[in-house]
């Protein structure tokens, strides 16, 4: 049965290829929105605010709707929608809890661009926390996929 799972027909391999890429994306859009908001908040900068914000807005966002509507259609191709394998159950574990936790970074960080120079507050260091978090989170979700544990 192992075997078998490599074999996929070859319609869904855009699917998949899609799905992969927008993690990847998801991952390297958040890794740079957080040592930006990061840096924002030990320098008290809003325009390393700002970087972070449209990190986040036009690259972590777009990659995340990427990766799950494609894993929805992967799901629902595979008729894997009433699985309870693991990996799955981790997967969505991380990815419904991880879209909130990625718009209360865009909108901690887009609050702080918008203030003052040098008084920006702890809207950097929210989002950055936040960004960091889902990091983890995915990077748990990645060895999930990849290993596919029982």
């Not at 693991?86 to 879209?99: D, K, N, Q, V």
């Not at 702080?112 to 926390?129: D, H, N, Y």
Request: hydrophobic letters at 55%; one cysteine or more.
């Amino acid at each position: 049965m192992d075997a078998l799972a490599a074999i996929r027909p070859d319609e869904w391999n855009l699917w998949l290829f899609l799905h992969i890429l927008g993690a990847l994306g998801l991952v390297g859009a958040l890794s740079a929105a957080a040592y930006y908001l990061f840096r924002a908040r030990r320098d008290s900068s809003a325009g390393l605010s700002r970087v972070g914000f449209k990190i986040l807005l036009l690259g972590a966002i777009p990659s995340y709707l990427v990766m799950r509507i494609s894993a929805q259609f992967l799901l629902s191709e595979e008729n894997l929608e009433d699985s309870d394998a693991a990996w799955l159950t981790i997967g969505f574990i991380t990815s419904e809890p991880g879209l909130l936790l990625l718009l209360g970074a865009t909108i901690a960080s887009g609050v702080a661009m918008r203030r003052a120079e040098g008084s920006i507050g702890r809207g950097p260091a929210v989002a950055a926390w936040c960004c960091a978090a889902l990091l983890v989170a995915l990077t748990v979700t990645v060895w999930a996929m990849t290993t596919k544990p029982v």
